[in-house]
C-alpha cells in the first residue's frame, strides 16, 4: 500500500507547479485526501484538504486562494495546483490518506513519500 506524490521541482517566485498523489496496493476511494508540508528546521504542517467525494476542500490560510486541491472522482489521483508560488512555500510536500475529517496530521491513516518543492526569490 503506497501513496506516491510527485510534480515538485524548482520554480522561480510567481510561478506554478502541479503535485499529483497516487496510489498503488489498495483504492483510497474511501479516503478523505490532503496535503501536508515540511520545511528544514518546522514541523509538518497541514496544507490543503478534500473529501472523499470531491465536494468539500479546505486550506491552510497561507495557501488560500493560490492553491486548489482536486480530484475528479474518488479513484483518481489527487491534485494541488499551485499558482503564485512563494519562497515560504518551499518545503517537502507530503499527500496523505485518512478515513476521518478534518484532516490532522496526527490522525493520517497513511502517508505518501515526499516531493521537494523549492521556491527561489
Known amino acids: 500500500v503506497q501513496l506516491q506524490a510527485s510534480g515538485g521541482g524548482l520554480v522561480q517566485a510567481g510561478g506554478s507547479l502541479r503535485l499529483s498523489c497516487t496510489a498503488s496496493?489498495?483504492?483510497?476511494?474511501?479516503?478523505?485526501m490532503g496535503w501536508f508540508r515540511q520545511a528544514p528546521g518546522k514541523e509538518r504542517e497541514f496544507v490543503a484538504a478534500?473529501?472523499?467525494?470531491?465536494?468539500?476542500?479546505y486550506y491552510a490560510h497561507s495557501v488560500k486562494g493560490r492553491f486548489t486541491i482536486s480530484r475528479d472522482n474518488a479513484e483518481s489521483p489527487v491534485y494541488l495546483q499551485m499558482n503564485n508560488l512563494k519562497p515560504e512555500d518551499t518545503a517537502v510536500y507530503y499527500c496523505?490518506?485518512?478515513?476521518?475529517?478534518?484532516?490532522?496530521?496526527?490522525?493520517?491513516?497513511?502517508w505518501g513519500k515526499g516531493t521537494q518543492v523549492t521556491v527561489s526569490s
Open positions: 478534500i473529501s472523499r467525494s470531491g465536494i468539500t476542500t
Open positions: 496523505a490518506a485518512q478515513g476521518s475529517w478534518p484532516l490532522l496530521s496526527t490522525r493520517v491513516d497513511y
Open positions: 496496493g489498495r483504492t483510497f476511494s474511501t479516503y478523505n
